[in-house]
């Protein structure tokens, strides 16, 4: 057994696991809830490890977007990537937004003009790929002569398991296996970073975020840094720039994936080396199909979370924190529909509440606080986007496909970008605004890096899971409203809906036995 090489951390018994091993010290599980004492390291054989020793990271998710993500954590030098992890194998069926673009920033990365991702030699993509690039980067770029080898599989719970040295764990995976990774991590006392969402589900969602934390583990959340910053709009909004703030408008151009209306009903075959099963996790059983995975799935509701959910964390996260929205009471979908047209010759809609639609927005009504009165936060996709304000009728200007606007009631404050960057006053106080005009420039630095330093110094990030609940329940709010296609009425406090009782189903998952957070 080894001693700490990061500051002790602490979990409580609820989430511990019954082993000890390395990462009780550096992961999660208190001595003292385990019923053990740190002896000195010569009473171990001398095996004391220096703080300035590697981090030892396993890698969860080897699609498109994990590839792309690889290269920034192999090229820390006190970090390790020790094993991957996802359940498609060979690089079979994969799709990306250009045909040549991933696998040329591999090849760099590898110092490897030659290199071919192998399966249908087009798009990089599974666990094979991921295993050879940690293994070539660590051979060719960093030349270190003691890494014994990326260790792979395709169930992350047996890696979690049998890598006893893992001191943290980045996620990502599909939206719909988030939360049972995150939860499985947490239970085994490890750090993680992980993409959005925290879970496509609210109630898991929120279940997860309460063990982080229930816990002094470091938690992470991607999106956290391409969010901007709301000093600047906060300064106009509170000096009256725009009057008493009304609504939040937010906007975006996806989906930029292919969407389905209807459910496969053909059964192709399951490309080599891929495990459904594995894939499918705390999801009910269907026959494979690749409309579900990959790049498309998150047009799903039980695979995905939609627009909002890939997109909105990016720009509203920091909007939530900011003007402090909480306890939404009311959420509004408006959604497009899909007809068809039946072996008689008559026109039909489709009933669809298994996939998000192909355009839609949602309002979400929070209540007044402290220094502010109520804000309705409505969001827009699929090419739908806000009425044009009339200052821009003067210049023949229109909106942006994507982008961000807070309505007063003496004016309008525009972001240049979807993300609140280089916000702009385009109606109101304009002197007012120069007044207190704030400088809002900041230094940023590599996520990763970031979410390393705080697991070596014991500490949160920015970006914690602690954080995070405000836009995890907005953005499965916004699914389930979709999905109902009605207009809800939500207790906060009880994270229930109450006035269509059917929709409550919506923001819980059913899930396969041995899937749960209790049993991951």
Not at 229 to 247: F, T, Y
Not at 368 to 390: A, F, K, M, Q, T
Not at 418 to 424: E, G, H, K, M, Q
Not at 485 to 498: F, H, Q, S
Request: charged share 25%; with cysteine; net charge neutral.
């Amino acid at each position: 057994m080894e001693s700490s090489k990061f500051k002790q951390i602490k979990t409580k018994p609820s989430v511990m696991k019954s082993s000890i091993d390395r990462r009780t010290f550096i992961g999660g599980v208190s001595t003292a809830a385990v019923g053990l004492t740190i002896v000195p390291s010569s009473v171990l054989g001398g095996r004391h490890t220096a703080p300035s020793d590697k981090l030892n990271v396993a890698y969860i998710g080897c699609g498109t977007q994990g590839l792309r993500e690889l290269p920034d954590l192999l090229e820390l030098e006190d970090v390790r990537v020790t094993a991957v992890c996802d359940p498609q194998r060979e690089a079979i069926g994969y799709y990306d937004w250009s045909p040549n673009g991933l696998r040329d920033s591999l090849r760099k990365c590898i110092n490897n003009p030659k290199w071919k991702p192998g399966g249908d030699e087009k798009i990089p993509g599974g666990l094979n790929t991921g295993k050879e690039i940690v293994d070539a980067y660590y051979s060719n770029v960093a030349k270190d002569e003691n890494y014994p080898g990326c260790k792979a599989y395709t169930d992350f719970r047996e890696m979690l398991d049998k890598e006893t040295d893992i001191d943290a764990v980045k996620i990502m995976a599909t939206d719909h296996l988030h939360g049972v990774m995150a939860a499985a991590a947490i239970k085994r006392g490890i750090h993680l970073t992980m993409h959005k969402p925290i879970a496509n589900r609210l109630e898991e969602g929120f279940k997860v975020i309460e063990m982080a934390k229930n816990s002094d583990l470091t938690t992470h959340f991607i999106p956290w840094e391409s969010n901007g910053r709301m000093e600047q709009v906060l300064a106009w909004i509170k000096g009256g720039v725009i009057g008493k703030l009304k609504e939040v408008h937010n906007w975006s151009n996806r989906p930029v994936w292919p969407q389905y209306a209807e459910i496969p009903q053909e059964q192709p075959p399951l490309p080599r080396g891929f495990d459904w099963d594995l894939w499918l996790g705390p999801e009910a059983e269907r026959p494979y199909h690749p409309h579900y995975t990959n790049m498309v799935f998150r047009g799903w509701y039980d695979f995905g979370g939609g627009s909002m959910a890939d997109m909105g964390h990016y720009s509203l996260w920091t909007v939530f924190n900011g003007l402090e929205l909480k306890n939404p009471f009311y959420i509004e979908p408006q959604r497009s529909h899909v007809c068809g047209l039946t072996a008689q010759s008559t026109a039909y809609r489709l009933n669809n509440d298994y996939a998000f639609p192909f355009a839609s927005s949602c309002r979400f009504k929070y209540p007044n606080n402290s220094w502010r009165g109520p804000v309705d936060l409505i969001w827009y996709d699929g090419g739908i986007r806000p009425p044009v304000p009339e200052a821009f009728y003067e210049n023949d200007q229109e909106l942006p496909i994507e982008g961000m606007m807070f309505v007063g009631e003496k004016g309008i404050i525009m972001s240049s970008e979807f993300n609140l960057r280089d916000p702009y006053v385009l109606s109101g106080d304009k002197k007012l605004a120069k007044e207190i005009n704030t400088n809002t420039r900041f230094e940023r630095y590599s996520g990763i890096r970031r979410f390393v330093d705080a697991v070596k110094a014991g500490k949160q990030t920015d970006g914690s899971f602690r954080k995070a609940w405000p836009i995890t329940e907005a953005v499965n709010l916004y699914a389930a409203a979709l999905r109902s296609g009605k207009n809800l009425k939500y207790n906060a406090a009880l994270r229930t809906i109450t006035n269509v009782k059917e929709a409550n189903a919506y923001l819980k998952r059913d899930y396969r036995r041995g899937w749960s957070l209790d049993e991951v």
